[in-house]
């Protein structure tokens, strides 16, 4: 296995098992992503677009129908449990018990790793210091908000030192404050630059902290680059223009200013790479015009290159 690539995925699909009312569903299309270490990659994408399934591969709870998957060099599908050992996850689903403190939470996570109890007092130290919960061991956990609940779930995934850390929607049902509070919090732990992480999200701004981005759509890898880099292939910037018949005005700009767009709720976004004369487009299509924006590319407007859809605003964790 290359030494630059620390997770492998190659060809792989898998499709959910139907019935006779509901047919098979087939969540993921023979993506091929390969990671490096010390790498934080972001998988993008809506509800059913692939990324949670992907990730259940990823930390052995699903095995894939077709295709194979490496990490560390060792095979999930032959020796899982070596592809166990490499990782922490934090779930979107909370994995804490309320009702026990956060130092007890910790306590109980350490002996399913057979540490001692002088070792299991140092680690849970340092990782609540890691975390910045020192002063909050002693409190339970349905008492802590739930930015402070989220810190705990990174502790615990980080008890065993794991090489990958893989993060399924971790700022789901935060506020703004916490999800911010808990992305300055993974990028200290990063600084060292030993930890790989692998994060999936619905959320622009949290893909946009990634070194790379790769966009999943009904199942398929539609692109995987710096997310920058992808904004930059969409030009300089980004002119949307609100009407009553898009479609109309797409084809006319098209054939006066050979210019092309797309139309996304009604509107009309046209990538802009060369000097383009926004009088001109005024003075041509004025009365057709309820409303003129002009933008950088976001990554909003690189999903709906790719898929002809939005990503924010038309889909609900």
């Given at each position: 296995m290359?030494?630059q690539?620390?997770?492998?995925?190659s060809?792989l699909?898998?499709?959910?098992?139907?019935?006779?009312?509901?047919?098979?569903?087939?969540?993921?299309?023979?993506?091929?992503?390969?990671?490096?270490?010390?790498e934080?990659?972001?998988?993008?994408?809506p509800?059913?677009?692939?990324?949670?399934?992907?990730?259940r591969?990823?930390?052995?709870?699903?095995?894939?129908?077709?295709g194979?998957v490496?990490?560390?060099?060792?095979?999930?599908?032959?020796?899982?449990?070596?592809?166990?050992?490499?990782l922490g996850?934090?779930f979107?689903?909370?994995?804490?018990?309320?009702?026990?403190t956060?130092?007890?939470?910790?306590?109980?996570s350490?002996?399913?790793?057979?540490?001692?109890?002088?070792?299991?007092?140092?680690?849970?130290r340092?990782?609540?210091?890691?975390?910045?919960?020192?002063?909050?061991?002693?409190?339970?956990v349905?008492?802590?908000?739930?930015?402070?609940?989220?810190?705990?779930?990174?502790?615990?995934?980080?008890?065993?030192?794991?090489?990958?850390?893989?993060?399924?929607?971790?700022?789901?049902?935060?506020?703004?404050?916490a999800?911010?509070?808990?992305?300055?919090?993974?990028?200290?732990?990063?600084d060292?630059?030993?930890?790989?992480?692998?994060?999936?999200?619905?959320?622009?701004?949290?893909?946009?902290?990634?070194?790379?981005?790769?966009?999943?759509h009904?199942?398929?890898m539609?692109v995987?680059?710096?997310?920058?880099a992808?904004?930059?292939?969409l030009?300089?910037?980004?002119?949307?223009?609100?009407?009553d018949?898009?479609?109309?005005?797409?084809g006319?700009?098209?054939?006066?200013?050979?210019?092309?767009?797309?139309?996304?709720?009604?509107?009309?976004?046209?990538?802009?790479?060369?000097?383009?004369s926004?009088?001109?487009?005024?003075?041509?299509?004025?009365?057709?015009?309820?409303?003129?924006?002009?933008?950088?590319?976001?990554?909003?407007?690189?999903?709906?290159?790719?898929?002809?859809?939005?990503?924010?605003?038309g889909f609900?964790?």
């Amino acid at each position: 296995m290359d030494p630059q690539v620390l997770i492998s995925i190659s060809k792989l699909s898998h499709t959910y098992a139907g019935t006779r009312r509901n047919p098979g569903r087939e969540a993921l299309k023979g993506v091929d992503l390969d990671i490096a270490p010390g790498e934080m990659l972001a998988l993008l994408g809506p509800n059913g677009s692939g990324k949670s399934t992907l990730l259940r591969v990823l930390t052995t709870a699903l095995v894939p129908t077709v295709g194979a998957v490496r990490v560390g060099g060792a095979s999930l599908q032959q020796d899982p449990a070596a592809v166990r050992r490499q990782l922490g996850v934090v779930f979107q689903k909370p994995a804490l018990d309320g009702k026990m403190t956060v130092g007890e939470n910790l306590w109980a996570s350490g002996l399913l790793y057979g540490m001692g109890r002088a070792l299991l007092r140092d680690r849970s130290r340092q990782l609540l210091q890691a975390v910045d919960l020192a002063d909050r061991v002693d409190e339970r956990v349905d008492s802590l908000s739930g930015g402070m609940s989220r810190r705990v779930e990174l502790a615990k995934a980080l008890w065993p030192e794991p090489a990958i850390l893989m993060l399924d929607e971790p700022t789901a049902g935060l506020d703004p404050v916490a999800r911010q509070e808990f992305w300055r919090l993974l990028e200290t732990l990063r600084d060292g630059g030993r930890l790989t992480v692998v994060v999936s999200t619905h959320l622009l701004d949290e893909a946009d902290r990634a070194d790379r981005v790769a966009i999943l759509h009904e199942g398929q890898m539609l692109v995987c680059d710096d997310p920058k880099a992808l904004q930059r292939q969409l030009g300089r910037e980004i002119l949307t223009l609100s009407c009553d018949d898009a479609e109309t005005l797409k084809g006319e700009i098209n054939r006066t200013m050979g210019l092309e767009g797309i139309v996304v709720d009604q509107a009309l976004r046209i990538p802009l790479d060369g000097d383009v004369s926004l009088d001109e487009v005024l003075r041509l299509f004025r009365p057709k015009i309820r409303s003129l924006t002009i933008a950088h590319p976001s990554l909003d407007d690189v999903f709906i290159r790719h898929t002809g859809e939005r990503l924010s605003g038309g889909f609900t964790i």
